[in-house]
T-cell receptor
Framework: DAGVTQSPTHLIKTRGQHVTLRCSPI?????VSWYQQVLGQGPQFIFQ???????GRGNFPDRFSARQFPNYSSELNVNALLLGDSALYLC??????????????FGPGTRLTVT | AQTVTQSQPEMSVQEAETVTLSCTYD???????LFWYKQPPSRQMILVIR??????QNATENRFSVNFQKAAKSFSLKISDSQLGDTAMYFC?????????????FGKGTKLSVKP
């Protein structure tokens, strides 16, 4: 079975630009969460979506937004990029309901570099 | 707010030996989950083991086991018979039980090196 997939793998953007990151969850998983992992740190929670509705939001500015589509895939958008947005962006999916619904499985991440 | 602390930034162990990684957390919740995730140099985060706070029995997954001390808010990971493939960053994580809503709160990680 395919795991969580993310695209692109790497990208380089300039300050002030906009970026869209994409995530496809494990088949059958209805919840998607996004995390930002700065080098040398643990991941920090950005958003959670379940059944296309936002269920949680971390302490990130409004430049960060996300959405979930009917097929449960998700996009993370970041506007007006800053140098400090350079990080590994991780997507995680979970069942969202039922036994062990809380277990999150991560994708390989998108490495964003802002110059 | 919940916090997770991993006090060992780096550790090393000889192949085939046992190593214990420490984790403490702070919460006022009574029901929650705790996890250990492994992030090898290839970077994909892998779930190693989970523990439900309401269970007194410590979780075990093959060579991986935890020592969960709820009163002390401690959640250590023991790796037995260490293998070279265990070399990775290890993250301890906490999650409140909120049905379909839940986000992980991670520690800063422990870099484990297994030496031949």
């Amino acid at each position: 079975d395919a795991g969580v997939t993310q695209s692109p793998t790497h990208l380089i953007k300039t300050r002030g630009q906009h970026v869209t990151l994409r995530c496809s969850p494990i088949s059958g998983h209805k919840s998607v969460s996004w995390y930002q992992q700065v080098l040398g740190q643990g991941p920090q929670f950005i958003f959670q979506y379940y059944e296309k509705e936002e269920r949680g939001r971390g302490n990130f500015p409004d430049r960060f937004s996300a959405r979930q589509f009917p097929n449960y895939s998700s996009e993370l958008n970041v506007n007006a990029l800053l140098l400090g947005d350079s990080a590994l962006y991780l997507c995680a999916s979970s069942l969202g309901t039922g036994l062990y619904s809380y277990e999150q499985y991560f994708g390989p991440g998108t490495r964003l570099t802002v110059t | 707010a919940q916090t997770v602390t991993q006090s060992q930034p780096e550790m090393s162990v000889q192949e085939a030996e046992t190593v214990t990684l420490s984790c403490t957390y702070d919460t006022s919740e009574n029901n929650y989950y705790l996890f250990w995730y492994k992030q090898p140099p290839s970077r994909q985060m892998i779930l190693v083991i989970r523990q439900e706070a309401y269970k007194q029995q410590n979780a075990t997954e093959n060579r991986f086991s935890v020592n969960f001390q709820k009163a002390a808010k401690s959640f250590s990971l023991k790796i037995s018979d260490s293998q070279l493939g265990d070399t990775a960053m290890y993250f301890c994580a906490f999650m409140k039980t909120l049905g379909s809503q839940g986000n992980l709160i991670f520690g800063k990680g422990t870099k484990l090196s297994v030496k031949p």
